[in-house]
């Protein structure tokens, strides 16, 4: 069965310091992984998603994530964090095969940038 | 494009009463998810639909809930009769390719 396991619930750091969000995967088939971020009272916005291609992954606002299969790892990362990144991160899965869309949520981590 | 919209963006009711969301999706998407999203048990699939039909309910808690998808810009999740354990953000997402699903703002349902 496909899950996600986000290492961290809680991750803080200061406003222009490096962001490191963990994440592992399991999957039987081929994955396709995503991160999709939520702010406060919003809907959930998608910043990158990984499908087969190249394994290292730009998204919106300066994240980006690495598909590493030998550590079944997708772990977001950003140079520098802005106040703004301040949102709760979700790794997902999907497993890809034909007869389902599903997508598997992580438990989320919540970010916090200081001043 | 306006993205997903959903409508009402906050709900309050009572117990025991009918409450009906609504989701617009992407004009060009066929698939279309209902998920519900509390701090207990963080994002739940409750279903999907596939070209406006129904793939997958396993995720629908009970009866109460039920979900239509009359044509491929509309679809409803309604409960009835409505418990406060049922409080919690109901999001509605699409997707054109089966895999990148796009979200709506979410409704808000507090049952009182």
């Known amino acids: 069965a496909q899950s996600v396991t986000q290492l961290d619930s809680h991750v803080s750091v200061s406003e222009g310091t490096p962001v490191l969000l963990r994440c592992n995967y399991s999957?039987?088939?081929?994955?396709?992984l995503f991160w999709y971020v939520q702010h406060p009272n919003k809907g959930l916005q998608l910043l990158l998603k990984y499908t087969s291609a190249a394994t290292l992954v730009k998204g919106i606002n300066g994240f980006e994530a690495e598909f590493k299969k030998s550590e079944t790892s997708f772990h977001l990362t950003k140079p520098s964090a802005h106040m703004s990144d301040a949102a709760e991160y979700f790794c997902?899965?999907?497993?890809?095969?034909?007869?389902?869309?599903?997508?598997?949520f992580g438990t989320g981590t919540r970010l916090q940038v200081f001043p | 494009d306006a993205g997903v919209i959903q409508s009402p963006r906050h709900e309050v009711t009572e117990m025991g009463q009918e409450v009906t969301l609504r989701c617009k999706p992407i004009?060009?998407?066929?698939?279309l998810f209902w998920y519900r999203q509390t701090m207990m048990r963080g994002l739940e699939l409750l279903i999907y639909?596939?070209?406006?039909?129904?793939?997958?309910d396993s995720g629908m808690p009970e009866d109460r809930f039920s979900a239509k998808m009359p044509n491929a810009s509309f679809s409803t999740l309604k409960i009835q009769p409505s418990e406060p354990r049922d409080s919690a953000v109901y999001f509605c997402?699409?997707?054109?390719?089966?895999?990148?699903?796009?979200f709506g703002p979410g409704t808000r349902l507090t049952v009182l």
């Open positions: 997902v899965v999907s497993d890809g095969a034909w007869n389902t869309d599903k997508l598997i």
């Open positions: 999957s039987s088939y081929s994955p396709s």
């Open positions: 639909f596939n070209n406006n039909v129904p793939i997958d």
């Open positions: 004009s060009g998407h066929n698939s």
């Open positions: 997402a699409s997707s054109r390719d089966r895999v990148t699903q796009y």
